[in-house]
């Protein structure tokens, strides 16, 4: 496993820990909205897991807010950083890159 793929799997498990337990001590909060209804439903090709189109909120005292979709936060979990959605722009596949270095800082780790 490379760095960038353990990095992308320690912020799937922070993202996850700060969603099942509230910690007034830290510096950020992490929430989950419901279902977007223009969100692209389906399952991961990876594993099965079925998306619900939900959001998780980052929400950092001070950095603000950053929003990654059910299906961002769970490839994340796969070591992934990207992945093809799709949704098709101009003839081309549109692809979400996320930045993991931005993630880690709103999540208060060391990348």
């Known amino acids: ?25 830290r510096s950020y909060a992490v929430f989950s909205r419901g279902c977007c209804s223009a969100c692209d439903l389906g399952t991961c090709p990876e594993c099965g897991h079925a998306f619900d189109g939900s959001t ?8 603000g807010k950053r929003y990654l979709s059910d299906r961002a936060a769970h490839f994340l979990s796969h070591g992934r950083s990207s992945y093809q959605t799709k949704y098709v722009y101009k003839d081309q596949p549109v692809t979400v890159d996320l930045d993991l270095r931005e993630l880690a800082e709103y999540l208060d780790m060391k990348a």
């Open 56 to 63: 998780v909120i980052i929400h950092h005292k001070r950095k």
């Open 1 to 25: 496993m490379n760095e960038e793929s353990a990095l992308a799997r320690r912020i799937a498990e922070t993202i996850a820990e700060a969603l099942a337990r509230a910690d007034g001590t």
